[in-house]
């Protein structure tokens, strides 16, 4: 992808990280793929697993871009990656740090730890170390860092990686907050806590193979078409019931609520992942009867048994076309769940909206846990390592 399209986009904004991008070609770290499909503003993957799931890529130009901007990185900073896959984003760091900085970059597996050797010697990355290693655990013989970049997700904050940052040091990571909905989040340390300076809607590809695992689960549909439903080890799901949801007929609910061109679905989508059990999952696909809320399919509630998932349809007004949002479920409970997920959008709609003010989100581990409070107890989350809080001013 050529840079400038990043720029006029507002992904790149820093100069600096505009030269590392100029100076760094892309193609060159994914050898044997196509120039045109290396060049495209979309993640690449470079190894699936035994199902054909893809288990490491290549991130999309535009979201690498997007971190880069939260991280920060200075020259002369020691700055460690969790997930080297092929070495590009090792590279861009390691310019941004030189000449005097040093890059660690880890990985699971000998073949993409060997892979994003070779590409990072043929880029003459000097400064840029590949380890074989659960990035999740951090180098501690290395430590202290000034920047910690995970490029992989995680369903929570290893405790240890907080340990291994310096002071006034920055940790940025795609955590999931519930369901598939995930942010990346920039966080300073703020006393015994941590404190967002940035968050970003992103997911990535999760950890594996390690300490905070982030376990995903894809269920394949039953019936026509080709609908799966990406599930969570933390979700209630009764995953060999929900396979048939779809065979129940649909209960469909429109709410009063409309988008229109250039509304963001990233805060509804937060409210929801906090307010609903379940949060919200991704459910790719398409199949005979489903109005789904986009092509790639829709995002949906579980609960056990029972999906309800996001759908919309078209309007015009005095202000112009807009879409109004509606949710379709299946299942035992169908009529239920598609009510309970309507009346939160609902919600959301009257006290935040899309004119709320972004939200700021606390994070503690261990002891210090105890400590984050918020005003309202549905925005806090309670992970096995962490707590994470979100201070989302109403606008009315």
Avoid at 178 to 189: L, Q
């Amino acid at each position: 992808m050529k840079t400038y399209r990043l720029v006029d986009s507002g992904h790149l904004r820093t100069p600096e990280i505009k030269a590392a991008f100029r100076s760094t070609e892309r193609h060159r770290f994914l050898p044997g793929v196509d120039l045109q499909d290396a060049c495209v503003d979309d993640a690449v993957a470079i190894k699936h697993d035994e199902t054909g799931a893809m288990i490491s890529c290549i991130s999309a130009p535009s979201v690498v871009a997007t971190q880069l901007e939260q991280l920060g990185a200075q020259p002369g900073h020691k700055i460690l990656e969790a997930g080297a896959g092929t070495g590009y984003n090792a590279a861009l760091l390691g310019r941004l740090v030189a000449p005097d900085g040093n890059v660690w970059t880890v990985d699971v597996d000998q073949d993409l730890v060997t892979g994003a050797r070779e590409n990072l010697g043929q880029a003459e990355a000097t400064n840029v170390t590949v380890v074989l290693g659960d990035g999740a655990t951090g180098l501690a013989q290395h430590a202290p860092y000034d920047r910690v970049q995970f490029t992989v997700g995680a369903g929570d904050i290893p405790p240890t990686i907080l340990d291994q940052l310096a002071p006034g040091g920055r940790l940025i990571i795609p955590m999931r907050i519930r369901g598939s909905i995930s942010r990346s989040f920039a966080f300073e340390r703020d006393g015994e806590t941590w404190t967002t300076v940035s968050t970003e809607m992103m997911t990535f590809v999760p950890l594996r193979k390690g300490v905070c695992n982030d376990i995903r689960t894809m269920v394949d549909m039953a019936g026509e078409g080709n609908v799966r439903l990406e599930t969570y080890s933390e979700q209630k799901v009764d995953r060999e019931a929900i396979r048939t949801a779809l065979d129940y007929s649909p209960a469909e609910i429109y709410t009063s609520v409309k988008f229109r061109k250039g509304d963001s679905y990233e805060w509804l989508y937060l409210y929801l992942a906090y307010v609903l059990p379940n949060g919200l999952s991704r459910m790719p696909g398409s199949g005979p009867g489903l109005i789904p809320n986009f092509g790639w399919g829709s995002m949906a509630a579980l609960d056990n048994d029972t999906l309800a998932y996001l759908t919309k349809r078209e309007g015009e007004d005095e202000q112009g076309v807009f879409w109004q949002i509606g949710v379709i479920g299946h299942g035992p409970r169908a009529a239920e769940l598609a009510d309970q997920v309507a009346t939160a959008i609902g919600e959301w709609d009257q006290s935040w909206g899309n004119a709320a003010p972004a939200p700021v989100f606390r994070m503690a581990v261990g002891d210090s846990r105890d400590q984050l409070q918020g005003s309202d107890p549905r925005f806090v989350i309670y992970k096995t390592h962490s707590r994470l809080v979100v201070d989302w001013p109403r606008t009315n």
